[in-house]
T-cell receptor, first 114, second 108 residues
């Protein structure tokens, strides 16, 4: 059983650029959630995908978008990058949607926007 | 907005001592989860406690939940250097709402 993987590990982008982060969910999991974690803070929920459909969204602007593929892997896209987007981006997969399920987190992608 | 709020923000203890941290939340919950994070990496699930449970154990971890006070506590007994990490509580909805965490340092 493989765990949750994310790529790339680190990324440096310039303000105004676009970025795509990738996540492979744990085998058997159909739900993926994305979180943004600023330094010294807890993870903030961006959105969740359940069976390829968005299943809830946090307080993030539309330039944060996502996709989930038939194999349940997922992408997070951020357009028009801002300096405040610098953070650790975490994806987490779970057996099903909803907060009653343990979430399995990937190691994260560290994004730096200059 | 963050639902769970951990207290204290930081904790430093000697190896072998117990560590206790608390979590308060604002609205009714169905479940509350505790996670650990080492050095800014991915989070690891520790325990899930349901709203109809008052206490749960897992190895050296003990979690309590008081829904009347909207609070939970995590106790780590006989701490080890490997317990050095940040600990987060997360309340549920269709998503997890995390607090800012408690940073625990276990001194050898």
């Amino acid at each position: 059983e493989t765990g949750v993987t994310q790529s790339p590990t680190h990324l440096i982008k310039t303000r105004g650029q676009q970025v795509t982060l990738r996540c492979s969910s744990q085998s058997g999991h159909n739900t993926v959630s994305w979180y943004q974690q600023a330094l010294g803070q807890g993870p903030q929920f961006i959105f969740q995908y359940y069976r390829e459909e968005e299943n809830g969204r946090g307080n993030f602007p539309p330039r944060f978008s996502g996709l989930q593929f038939p194999n349940y892997s997922s992408e997070l896209n951020v357009n028009a990058l801002e300096l405040d987007d610098s953070a650790l981006y975490l994806c987490a997969s779970s057996l099903a949607a909803g907060g009653a399920y343990e979430q399995y987190f990937g190691p994260g992608t560290r994004l730096t926007v200059t | 907005s963050q639902q769970g709020e951990e207290d204290p923000q930081a904790l430093s203890i000697q190896e072998g001592e117990n560590a206790t941290m608390n979590c308060s939340y604002k609205t009714s919950i169905n479940n509350l989860q505790w996670y650990r994070q080492n050095s800014g990496r991915g989070l690891v699930h520790l325990i899930l406690i349901r709203s109809n449970e008052r206490e749960k154990h897992s190895g050296r971890l003990r979690v309590t939940l008081d829904t009347s006070k909207k609070s939970s506590s995590l106790l780590i007994t006989a701490s080890r250097a490997a317990d050095t990490a940040s600990y987060f509580c997360a309340t549920d909805d269709y998503k997890l709402s995390f607090g800012a965490g408690t940073t625990v340092t276990v001194r050898a």
